[in-house]
């Protein structure tokens, strides 16, 4: 068989196993067997353009919409395709880590910078909560260190069993130094989780519109990244216990 040949065939199996699950060619066939595997995939995407997930369905839609219109500086993707088990309550177990927002000061975070472990969020207070027919909504003073507090929006939609849709966005601007500030709705969290043929897929995004200042971007996206997989994996390491 000639190479061309070789690539082809090889290129026909990776499409049509990308084509198997609601995910486009941006995902790489490496890094499709490491999410095939149960890992925790960080995809640091940058851009919209890059985003792999491809899905019809009009709400998940419209959340990676909001985001194409936010056209974020930071972008990043976190994913996990899980084998369906008997009884596994993916759903109902992820629902109940999010819906409880007054533990997300317990969630570690580990900086790279300085190799230390602390609290994702050193602050966190629930201001209101409201359940409307599987529709929870709450808003949250948070402290995420290095940022000074700020008042989050956090929405969750669940059927605990087959859907789960989590949002939350910022409220006010949020100040870091003197030269580093997000901006009102510019800090944006989405975690989908759905059940696809005989896997479970979880997926998240975490994005952010800030200055790219060229002297502090690799250290700002190192934190931003350690960030997003923090919470994710914690919200993923509770998946697997009875």
């Known amino acids: ?25 941006k995902l790489s066939g490496q890094e499709l067997e490491s999410a095939l595997n149960g890992n925790v995939l960080i995809r640091n995407i940058s851009s919209y353009k890059n985003i792999c997930l491809d899905i019809d369905n009009d709400e998940v839609n419209e959340c990676l919409q909001e985001l ?40 570690p975070y580990y900086s790279e910078r300085y190799g230390t472990t602390t609290p994702l969020y050193s602050y966190c207070s629930v201001l209101s ?17 290095p940022f000074e507090m700020y008042t989050a929006e956090i929405s969750i939609k669940t059927d605990y069993e087959n859907f789960l849709l989590y949002k939350s966005r910022n409220l006010n601007d949020m100040n870091c130094i003197s030269f580093v500030r997000v901006k009102e709705n510019c800090l944006r969290s989405v975690i989908f989780a759905f059940r696809d043929g005989d896997s479970w897929i979880i997926y998240g995004v975490g994005a952010a519109k800030a200055p790219k200042l060229k002297i502090f971007t690799s250290r700002i996206e190192t934190a931003f990244i350690s960030r997003v997989k923090a919470f994710c994996s914690y919200a993923t390491s509770f998946l697997d216990a009875d």
């Open 1 to 25: 068989m000639k190479f061309s040949a070789v690539f082809l065939a090889g290129l026909l199996i990776f499409s049509s196993a990308v084509s198997a699950f609601p995910f486009n060619e």
């Open 68 to 107: 194409r219109e936010l056209n974020p500086r930071y972008f990043v993707e976190v994913l996990q395709i899980r084998k369906v088990k008997p009884d596994d309550r993916i759903i109902e177990k992820l629902s109940s880590i999010l819906l409880n927002v007054d533990s997300y000061t317990k969630i």
């Open 129 to 145: 909560r409201l359940n409307s027919g599987g529709l929870y909504s709450f808003t949250a003073d948070m402290t995420m260190p």
